[in-house]
């Protein structure tokens, strides 16, 4: 299945941009699914129809949903949930209050991205479209797989070492309901089976990132940014969309000649600047885009002769070289700055940090034992070079 | 010192305003701080400067900082992390720790207690937030309530099972699991901390919130319910900010179905903020750098000061009715059916749409049963027995 997330600075028309992928595709005879991960949804307005938590059909090859994540959380996540409100709840806590403080940071962000990937699979679709969250949120989510693993892992390491170490002594000694099996059970499926199907579907082959932009500066600034910490994270972008571009018949208008100059000034930047992604573009209509027909009008303008749901690049991945008395981590990071950059190896992780985001990735084991020697940003390249400890192995 | 929030949806334009109304406070011999609390940052990429976690003067009279929260967490609670990193160490998993650390909401929390420190040097007239969207900016709202509960009712045990514990599971080699006392003096002043932040937040008289908005369909619904969620949370709102109205001379040709609906929508902008109303154009090109947003400022406020509170409101308020004590709540906007209202203990719990809100009774009425609970003209009224 091939998948294509949409994310970008608030307001750019990301919504409008996955509705219209999806309705392209769906005319083009792949059987295609259109999701809202984004909890503010607007995917229903405007495909113009109400949609729920499941997929609903709504044309030929075409379903949609908007994810209900206080619901889904329920599901993936509810018996640890429900040991959390019980255990608040024994402490003379109201319910409304307990339902609250047992929300685990990123339990909302897994499960909505726990209903997208499950709906898409199990319904055999060709395409499917993701409408995320404005850019920071949608990091946060996408990133989250490989960070939960790890919190999952502590939660499991305090929950298990209660119950089976303190359990039967504590029990007399302190007043608190103790976590069933259950609970262990549902976290234990959480942490080695969903949240692994969750990286595989994001860190999949198929699965791309797009960026929408409109011309102007803060919005591809931002844009820049999320780049930058999507690539740390080796979730590839296909395509930057740029839209909003004032067409011939408004650019000629008085008001708008200089901004039309301006913004076409900004799209060969940023042409420049994402190579070697395409760089899709839409006009500012002159009325809102909604309803399937006019969603369809909007995507040949972006797409014209592509096909919506084809890569239209392939990022490079992380490599592992040997070299010269050691060996070479190559990382690609497009934009990053030198002076945002924090690297450093700590036990056997290479810890990566661009100023808004850090990654640790665990190292293999022959680089593990050698020592960071040096590491130096070169264009959109960061090289990180092992060699062994002196009077090491 | 007064504290100005700049709120709304995603990409209307909030950090433009909150350069522009801190210059336009400047220019009125203001001393302001100018503080981003968005964890996306972008103050820097609206000056076209850089703006680090460090103060930095950006114009006359403006200092400004981006709030980083990983360093804030490291600098102010390596205790929690300390303990975090302990469970941790076996799978050595470092940096994980800090991620743990950011709740929802925590993050802008953070942000908040800088406005503390910057109050602290008592070198500042004025403080504006450049706030996350409103989504975050209300989470970030219902967390002192939230970290309130848990002390109150949670903490104090933790702390005594943790001390009960500690000798049991480091005869098991388990030790790092159960936190040391340092880690309960972390949470404490982190309570303290919090406690102080929402003291600002919920004194109207020099802190109130700013709501920008485009005047476009979605961004207008969402707004609203912003408006009523601040006000549950008992942070008084003094104006709304119209951003990126078409001009009069771009309405005419191929925008004149946008520039209709912009019309539509300003009429239930001035229905849905019965509060002063700015209206900012939208200009032909790209507003970016000190004299670019100073010029916004002067468009926006024209001779007013924009530190001036717009209106005075106590969003949630007691007063005596018919002899008893009755409490108020503005809920802007809410049906009957969206709220619900009960009490535990010492406080009231009032529930509109997903949003929950505690608020402690004073000693008159704490205990007391409801009487009587009624929204009228948008005011949500609770009588006690």
Redesign the interface.
Known sequence: MRVVLYTG????GKTTTAAATAVHAARSGRSTLVASAD??H?LG?VLERRLGPRPSHLAPNLDALEVDT?SETQRHWGAVRDYLISL?RY????E??AE??A?L?GA?EITTLLAVEAYAREGGYDFAVVDCA???SALRLLTLPE?AR??F??LL??QG??AS??TP??RN??P?PLPESEVFRDAEHLLFRKLRRLRDFVGDRRTSVRLVVTP????I??AR?AHTDLALFELPCDAVVMNRLL?P??AE????R??AR?QLERLVEVEELFAPLPVLTAPLQ???VTGLDRLAEHADRLFGAIEPDAVLSTAPRIRFEAEDGGYRVEVPLPHAGSGDLDVAK????L?IGT??R???LLLPRRIAHLELSQAKLGGDLLVVHFTAAPGGR | MRVILLTGKGGVGKTSHAIATALGAAAHRHRVFLLSADPAHSLGDALGRRVGARPVAIAEGVVAREVAVLDELDRSWSEIQRWLRGLLREDTDEVLAEELLVFPGLEELMALRAVREVEATGDFDVCVVDCAPTGATLRMLRFPDALRIFMENFFDLERRGARLLRPLMERVRAAGVVPRDEFFEAIERLYGEVEDVRQILMDGDRTTARLVVNPARVVVEETRRSFAYLSLYGVATDAVVVNRLLPAEAAGGYLARWAERERGELDSIQASFPIPQFRAPLYPRELRGIEDLAGLARDVFGDRDPAEVFMHTRPIRLRKHAGRTRLEADLPGISKEEIEVTTRGSDLIVRVRNASRLIALPASVRGRPIRKARLHDGVLEVDFG
Request: glycine share 8%; net charge negative.
């Open positions: 600075k608030g307001g750019v909890s503010a607007s307005d206080p608040l402490q003379g806590i109201e409304v209050v609250e403080l929300l940071p909302e404005p850019t920071d960070v790890g919190a892992r502590v390491r305090v070492a209660l170490i303190v002594l504590a000694l302190i608190v102007e500066r803060m919005v600034d931002e940014r067409p018949a408004a208008e008085d008001f708008f200089d901004w301006l002159d009325d809102e700590i036990d056997d992780e810890v100023g808004t850090r990654r640790s």
